[in-house]
């Protein structure tokens, strides 16, 4: 499989700057997989310790914090041999291991010639943790499920993908690549980005052997529930995570904790929903009073929708059949078009460096999908399940917020076209916003300047 992240490695490893890397994801999102295929495309050997297998190693990172003499164990103990900048070394499985972690101190100061890079599950609830922690030492990477444009390439469809990268104009897709475009966004709704589900279809066109490997997945993740510190939160996070189908199915989709329990309250639950963002399991999403920034100021804290990490695990944990993907566009208006603003959101986050949040207001109610930061600007996006709908919250939202609107975005089953200041963009497009984004402010800059002459 090509993943797009190998290429953010490649510029970590020839970078003066480069630091210790701490690579973060979900379970079975691909982080070993990803490292390991790393070393061995672009270095002379890997040597790969994984200290959940082998928990005697982290004995070497109590003793000292002597970085040769570490090393110097780690190869006598695994008859793996380790070279300057010629070899990979994967520490692996090291949420566990806060020793390890802060070594990554000593290996930034006194050894820069090892190229390091740490792996694990949970490794945000590590990280949250007040312990010891190389502060300034380390740089991060994010791995996040495949994306709709790694799905087509795992997939087979080149072709497709190659054009997507193309498109330079916004103009609409011939039917010849819209239409397969279509049908290969309902096969990602249906398998999601995991890279085992992924395999499952793309290799063996096993339908139940991709349900089985998402079945998996996400039985993987309610065991690491039993993992958080106190022990009472188990079953609220369990029942938190078991209500995000039921949140996102009803028309206002705000996170609401009597969903999760009759009479649940926020103070109740809310230190088990942080463990889910924190291990990214979910994405937390806030209410935004105003465009204004930074982002964060406008924040209602008492105001948020949940979404899962991957569109494929959302599908599975709601208990979607796959056979929904062969009825025409049920696919993206079942279930309230919950499936269609997860994956939105999901491209969004691996394209823009700051968090999405959304925008309403009732009496009368108006709810902008997600508003996005790009560069020094807000614009908001809204996701429509059906062709050619009318949004009258985007109207509204112009009309209140006129002079910081320079794009408003829509993703939506039609063609992709810029009408005045609104930006309809089909959904198998969504990786490509940014680039679209930029080619419409372009295209509406020359417009106004040929209006004032």
């Known amino acids: 499989m090509e993943r797009f992240i190998l290429?953010?490695?490649?510029?970590?490893?020839?970078?003066?700057?480069?630091?210790?890397?701490?690579?973060?994801?979900?379970r079975q999102v691909g982080k070993t997989w990803i490292l390991k295929e790393f070393g061995r495309r672009?270095?002379?050997?890997?040597?790969?310790?994984?200290f959940d297998e082998n928990e005697e190693y982290k004995q070497f990172f109590e003793t000292t914090k002597d970085v040769d003499r570490i090393l110097q164990n780690l190869m006598l103990a695994?008859?793996?041999?380790?070279?300057?900048?010629?070899?990979?070394i994967i520490f692996d499985e090291v949420q566990d291991c806060p020793k390890v972690i802060n070594s990554m101190k000593?290996?930034?100061?006194?050894?820069?010639?090892?190229?390091?890079?740490?792996?694990?599950?949970?490794?945000?609830?590590?990280?949250?943790?007040?312990?010891?922690?190389?502060?300034?030492?380390?740089?991060?990477?994010?791995?996040d499920p495949m994306t709709f444009a790694e799905f087509l390439l795992a997939n087979g469809d080149e072709n497709l993908a190659q054009y997507l990268e193309q498109v330079d104009t916004l103009e609409p897709i011939p039917d010849a690549f819209f239409n397969p475009l279509y049908e290969k966004l309902k096969m990602y709704y249906v398998t999601g980005g995991m890279p085992e589900s992924v395999l499952m279809w793309t290799e063996a066109r096993d339908v139940s052997a991709m349900q089985e490997a998402l079945s998996g997945i996400l039985g993987a993740y309610e065991r690491d529930f039993a993992k958080h510190p106190n022990l009472s939160e188990f079953p609220k996070i369990s029942m938190i995570w078991k209500s995000i189908p039921s949140q996102l199915a009803r028309e206002n989709k705000k996170f609401i904790y009597k969903v999760v329990k009759e009479g649940a309250r926020a103070?109740?639950?809310?230190?088990?929903?942080?463990?889910?963002?924190?291990?990214?399991?979910?994405?937390?999403?806030?209410?935004?009073?105003?465009?204004?920034?930074?982002?964060?100021?406008?924040?209602?804290?008492?105001?948020?929708?949940?979404?899962?990490?991957?569109?494929?695990?959302?599908?599975?944990?709601?208990?979607?059949?796959?056979?929904?993907?062969?009825?025409?566009?049920?696919?993206?208006?079942?279930?309230?078009?919950?499936?269609?603003?997860?994956?939105?959101?999901?491209?969004?986050?691996?394209?823009?460096?700051?968090?999405?949040?959304?925008?309403s207001q009732n009496n009368p109610p108006y709810e902008v999908d997600f508003l996005i930061q790009r560069e020094n600007d807000i614009f908001p996006v809204e996701v429509k399940s059906e062709a050619n709908t009318t949004s009258k919250s985007m109207k509204k939202f112009k009309e209140l917020f006129p002079d910081k609107v320079k794009l408003r975005i829509r993703f939506f089953l039609d063609n992709l076209r810029l009408d005045d200041d609104v930006l309809n963009i089909p959904l198998f497009m969504a990786d490509q916003i940014d680039r679209l984004m930029r080619l419409a402010l372009d295209q509406r800059k020359v417009q106004q300047a040929g209006m004032k002459f």
């Not at 953010?8 to 970078?15: A, E, M, P, Q």
């Not at 672009?42 to 994984?50: D, M, P």
């Not at 599950?121 to 991060?140: D, H, Q, R, T, W």
């Not at 079942?334 to 925008?359: C, H, S």
Request: net charge positive; glycine share 6%.
């Open 7 to 26: 290429k953010k490695l490649l510029d970590w490893k020839n970078s003066p700057y480069r630091k210790p890397l701490i690579l973060k994801g979900v």
């Open 42 to 50: 672009y270095y002379e050997n890997t040597a790969y310790f994984n």
């Open 78 to 88: 695994s008859g793996q041999k380790i070279l300057p900048e010629k070899t990979l």
């Open 106 to 143: 000593y290996f930034c100061e006194n050894a820069p010639q090892y190229h390091v890079a740490c792996a694990g599950s949970l490794l945000g609830i590590a990280l949250a943790k007040p312990s010891s922690f190389p502060v300034g030492k380390v740089n991060f990477m994010q791995i």
């Open 267 to 359: 103070r109740e639950y809310e230190d088990a929903l942080q463990w889910l963002v924190d291990a990214r399991l979910v994405h937390k999403i806030y209410r935004s009073s105003a465009p204004g920034l930074p982002i964060a100021a406008y924040d209602d804290l008492s105001a948020f929708k949940i979404y899962l990490v991957d569109v494929g695990l959302l599908r599975r944990l709601a208990q979607l059949a796959p056979t929904a993907f062969g009825e025409g566009n049920r696919l993206f208006t079942e279930f309230k078009g919950a499936l269609t603003e997860n994956f939105v959101l999901q491209t969004l986050i691996t394209q823009f460096e700051v968090m999405p949040r959304y925008w």
